[in-house]
């Protein structure tokens, strides 16, 4: 039986235990496609076997810019199972990124997955002397297509088969597995150094966290593969068994889940606080009694807790009827037999965590960076692993301590071996002794639980000497249907200021309720009868905010950040510079300067 060592291991194991005619799936044009195992091994060592035809060697880089689809497992596990190293790459990065990851990383060839991407890319890729050739996924008039490799590899096999076999055996654990250029909020990113073991060693670890999953159960993929947690997630699916969907676009999402009736995904905050909009605001469309049950049911998972000891049988009671009238709804709208949700790559608001556990869906928030694989710690699918505002259990495997200036240091077989071509920034990262440095800060109680309160380098000093921690107060003010998204400020000033970005949707709602007129949304933002509104709305949430971190003052913006303008990273964080940046004379007015 294969053991599990190398990522590519993954696949072996599949034939062995879980062979399966959808091993993955793709929604293109309407239509579900699907890959047996045996046509996913087929395809695999084909593009292995090209690679040697055309003399790839161990440790040479090949880089990818592709949407989340079976092609990118094929490439993935053919490169790596000859040695290759492969440098997955972001489709929503600027130019200057692109040039700086492609060379940086010395990357041989590149592939991308659409046209879209080919003309965006080729005249980057034409700039740049290390890569050799770019391909395409799709078929593109004028490029070459990666299928091209895979027959160079077919007319060769026969002279090249026992030549892949001892280069798979010849691949060691320890060996690079991957760059992946960390989405830094400031700077050019960082290549990190993963190994297989790293990977390997952590996926293992999460077998304990999805404890619910068994072998044929499906997961929907959609965060994009080049993300640390999305493509262990896909190695981890896989290796229990799982058949993998991959969702059409990001609008498809929840008709795909619908569709397979999905089990499991891995998601980030900024997706769950959409799903959970979007529920609400089908309840506030409802009649008058159905909306009244409605909203009875969500003041019912509010006060959900995972202890079973706190749940009182009067509780309980209520809680089951709100489950059979409202929650199996929400249920039947993800698809009737969804098991569980991972959630990463950002503080989820503890609020969304609750409402979903208390409706029978597990929400596991996980926490990590790149840097560790990603998996430092996990919430658990039952209590006492559960502790809502918490990132839950840090497994005995890894050792996490508080320094003294409170942030969370790391050491494990998860850690990366360091920042690619950069000993000073590796070093700056892990100390003498083998400690990561997060920089996160936050708290580990009795029971390895954490917890964690704000990036060291996000907080900031007010005038008057006192630190402010904006993520906590961000994902409060968030619990607002009439806010989208939010940027606390006040570094250097006198008092805490906020951007505001109103959630148009919801705001238009209760513009027609209100029988406010308006022309577009900048004129929107201008009325005072709104401004009003958001200003009661901050009132209510700074009435529970000591009195530094209240927001003083704010002000309505009619943008959207995203990460193509550059305001979110590819992982949804801010880019605070960068919206401070955009909007430095709104703050100069907030702060009355000239």
């Known amino acids: 039986m294969t053991e599990i060592t190398r990522t590519f291991d993954v696949l072996s194991n599949l034939e062995e235990n879980y062979p399966s005619d959808e091993a993955l799936s793709v929604k293109r044009n309407g239509k579900w496609e699907h890959f047996s195992t045996a046509e996913y091994r087929k395809y695999v060592d084909n593009f292995s076997l090209g690679l040697l035809a055309k003399g790839f060697k161990k440790g040479d880089k090949i880089a990818s810019v592709s949407n989340n689809r079976p092609e990118w497992n094929f490439i993935d596990f053919g490169m790596s199972q000859i040695g290759c190293v ?5 489709a929503t990065i600027s130019e200057e990124e692109y040039m700086h990851i492609l060379s940086h990383s010395d990357s041989r060839i590149l592939i991308v997955s659409s046209e879209e991407l080919y003309l965006k890319i080729k005249p980057i890729f034409d700039k740049i002397d290390n890569l050799e050739e770019i391909y ?13 490799i895979c027959d160079l590899g077919v007319s060769k096999e026969k002279e090249l088969r026992s030549e892949l076999i001892k280069r798979r055996d010849y691949v060691d654990p320890q060996d690079l597995l991957t760059l992946i250029y960390t989405s830094g909020t400031t700077g050019l990113s960082k290549g990190v150094m993963l190994t297989h073991d790293n990977v390997v060693s952590n996926f293992k670890l999460a077998h304990k966290v999805v404890t619910y999953l068994k072998p044929n159960d499906r997961a929907l993929s959609f965060l994009p593969l080049s993300h640390v947690l999305e493509r262990v997630g896909s190695y981890l699916w896989q290796s229990l068994g799982l058949k993998i969907y991959y969702a059409e676009s990001i609008d498809t999402i929840g008709d795909n889940m619908r569709e397979i009736k999905v089990n499991v995904f891995i998601t980030v905050p900024r997706v769950f606080e959409k799903v959970y909009d979007k529920i609400i605001n089908k309840g506030r469309e409802l009649s008058p009694v159905k909306k009244a049950i409605f909203f009875w049911a969500v003041k019912v998972g509010d006060k959900y807790d995972p202890n079973p000891a706190n749940r009182s049988a009067l509780y309980n009671f209520k809680l089951k009827i709100a489950n059979k009238l409202i929650f199996s709804k929400w249920r039947e709208a993800l698809g009737g037999e969804l098991k569980g949700v991972i959630s990463g790559g950002a503080a989820l608001q503890a609020r969304l965590a609750r409402i979903f556990w208390a409706a029978d869906i597990i929400v596991q928030e996980g926490y990590g960076l790149t840097e560790t694989s990603p998996l430092i710690s996990a919430t658990m699918p039952h209590y006492p692993g559960v502790k809502f505002g918490s990132v839950g259990l840090v497994p005995e495997e890894l050792e996490v301590k508080i320094a003294e200036d409170v942030e969370i240091l790391e050491r494990g077989r998860n850690l990366m071996k360091g920042y690619y071509k950069d000993p000073e920034k590796t070093a700056e990262a892990i100390d003498k002794d083998g400690w990561f440095h997060t920089g996160d800060i936050g708290t580990l109680d009795e029971n390895r ?15 008057g000497g006192k630190y402010i921690a904006p993520q906590p107060l961000e994902n409060k003010f968030k619990e607002s249907q009439f806010i989208e998204q939010i940027m606390v400020v006040g570094e250097n000033e006198k008092f805490t200021a906020a951007l505001v970005i109103p959630d148009f949707v919801f705001l238009h709602n209760w513009c027609t309720i209100h029988n406010v007129k308006f ?4 004129d929107l933002i201008e009325k005072q009868v709104v401004i009003d509104r958001y200003q009661k709305e901050i009132d209510k949430y700074n009435s529970s905010l000591g009195q530094v971190e209240k927001v003083k003052v704010f002000k309505l913006i009619s943008d959207e950040w995203t990460p193509e303008n550059g305001m979110l990273s590819p992982t949804q964080k801010l880019k605070r510079k960068k919206v401070k940046a955009k909007y430095i004379s709104l703050l100069d007015k907030i702060y009355e300067k000239n």
């Open 86 to 90: 492969h440098v997955g790459i972001y």
């Open 449 to 463: 639980m954490l917890t964690i309160t704000d990036r060291k380098k996000e907080m900031f000093k007010l005038s």
């Open 519 to 522: 022309r577009d949304n900048d």
């Open 136 to 148: 395409t996924i799709d078929e593109v008039e004028g490029a070459t297509n990666w299928k091209e």
